[in-house]
C-alpha cells in the first residue's frame, strides 16, 4: 500500500520560511517524479514544483513561475523523502499543499496525472 505522508505546515508571517516534508513508502521511490501541489480556497489544484531522479544525471527539478526563485525541491532517495523548502512566504502561498507521485520521468503534469497523493498540510501566511 503506497502512502505519502506530508508535514511541517504551519501559520507564519509574509517573508518568513517553511519547509514541507513528505515521506513515501510503499513504492519504488527512484522511479517516481515527486511533486508539490497547492490548492487554497475556492481554487483549483495547481502545480508547485516538481522533481526527478536520474543515475545519470541526478535530480532535474521544475518550478511555477510564481514560486520561481523562491522554493526549493529536494529529495532523499534513500530515506523516500522529498522537501519543499519556502522561503519569502507571501499571503498568496496560503494554501494546502499535496505531495503527489508520478510514475516516470516528467517534470510537469496536471493534478488528475499523479499516481498517488498524500493527505495535504495547510499552510497560511499572514500579511
Known amino acids: 500500500q503506497v502512502q505519502l505522508v506530508e508535514s511541517g505546515g504551519g501559520l507564519v508571517q509574509a517573508g518568513d520560511s517553511l519547509r514541507l516534508s513528505c515521506a513515501a513508502s510503499g513504492l519504488t521511490f527512484s522511479n517516481y517524479a515527486m511533486g508539490w501541489f497547492r490548492q487554497a480556497p475556492g481554487k483549483v489544484r495547481e502545480f508547485v514544483a516538481a522533481?526527478?531522479?536520474?543515475?545519470?544525471?541526478?535530480?532535474?527539478?521544475n518550478y511555477a513561475g510564481s514560486v520561481k526563485g523562491r522554493f526549493t525541491i529536494s529529495r532523499d532517495n534513500a530515506e523516500n523523502t522529498v522537501y519543499l523548502q519556502m522561503d519569502s512566504l507571501k499571503p498568496e502561498d496560503t494554501a494546502v499543499y499535496y505531495c503527489?507521485?508520478?510514475?516516470?520521468?516528467?517534470?510537469?503534469?496536471?493534478?488528475?496525472?499523479?499516481?498517488?497523493w498524500g493527505q495535504g498540510t495547510q499552510v497560511t501566511v499572514s500579511s
Open positions: 522533481i526527478r531522479w536520474s543515475r545519470w544525471s541526478g535530480g532535474s527539478t
Open positions: 503527489a507521485a508520478r510514475w516516470g520521468s516528467s517534470l510537469s503534469w496536471e493534478p488528475g496525472e499523479s499516481n498517488y
